[in-house]
């Protein structure tokens, strides 16, 4: 899709937007007519994420490490009305490889991308995690719960990151009068993951569709909430435009639903069969996840695509990729420029 640029546009940095939630979030806000700025150094995002915004004239990718001070002050001479901070790698088996960079991105990375929203006056939404209640005991949790987390446990390094982010923003925005928020994510899925992601869903549907077993760790208990993408990028964009100076918001599915549960939904869903393989966890687990929405949902935000719609829609997706994958090595395909999302979903 092309937009029109005019010189009244808004104009947005979207930081780890070449990432699964930055593209779809990117994708929303050029519908909505804006300009955005997508930084990003691939540590973890793809540039397929963001092929399909490359001929519009009101997108531009900067390749930059946000940890990098001196790379973050050419971002001083552009003006920007919103940032929004994704950038940090993903993924628990990325806490043990990537945990410096997890670090220095939600740290560093946040001072140097505050930095830059204060210089313009921009409003700016930092994007934290659930696990920033680490193992919580409190059922559902509440922005207001401080959570259970250990400084120095096997997860730390992705927790504490987020939590110093938080504490950040919140500290400089006071100290600077600026117009900051944070979203605290729950386990969101959707159209861009990859295939070979390793979070649950997507690592469920690659697995079965493979004819490989899913692994499953411990005995399957442990409960999360799943969130479409359409609706978290829906929250994020809530939350900039109607959130109050300051807050935390967190935004994730409503229903608890346990690993061994969530299996059988996929199975359901997708027409596979398969077996689960039951194991320890190779880091450790949380026992469960459950957002108290109740805030958010006072900005008018709801959750509005079910968990059975969105399996269905990534199966159909990952089969589309896989398909073309291979008529690409067979020659069939000249390239995968224009493969990604085949969504059965209307986008954000
Ligand atoms: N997907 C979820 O379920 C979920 C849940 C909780 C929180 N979050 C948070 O949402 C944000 C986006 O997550 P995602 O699922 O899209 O993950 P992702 O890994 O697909 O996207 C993160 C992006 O940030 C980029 N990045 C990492 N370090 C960077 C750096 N130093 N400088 C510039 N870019 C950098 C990566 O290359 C990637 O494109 C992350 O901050 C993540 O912690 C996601």
Redesign the pocket.
Known sequence: MRNRVTLRAERCLV??G?????SNLIRALLSKGMIVDC???????RQSNIAEFRRNPAFRFIK????NAQGCSRLLRRHYSQVYH?????GVPNIEILGE?ML??SST?TYNLLKVARRTGAQFLF?S??EAYGDPEVFPQAESYAGNVDPVGPRSAYEEA?RFGEAMTRYYGRKHGMDVRIVR????YGPGMSPNDQ?VIPQMIGNLINGEPVPIYGDGSQTRTFLHVNDLVAGLQTVMERGANGEVYNIGGSKQITIKALFDAVKKATGLGGTAAFQDHFISDHRGRWPDTSKVEKLGWRQKVSLDQGLREIHAEFLSSMDLKRRVEKGVVASLGKSRNQSTLARP
Do not use: H, M, Q
């Open positions: 930081a780890g070449a990432g699964f939630i930055g930084v990003d150094d691939l540590t973890t995002g930059l490490d946000v940890a994704l950038a940090c790698p993903t960079e220095l991105s990375g994007t995690t659930a987020k994510i729950f386990n969101t979070r």
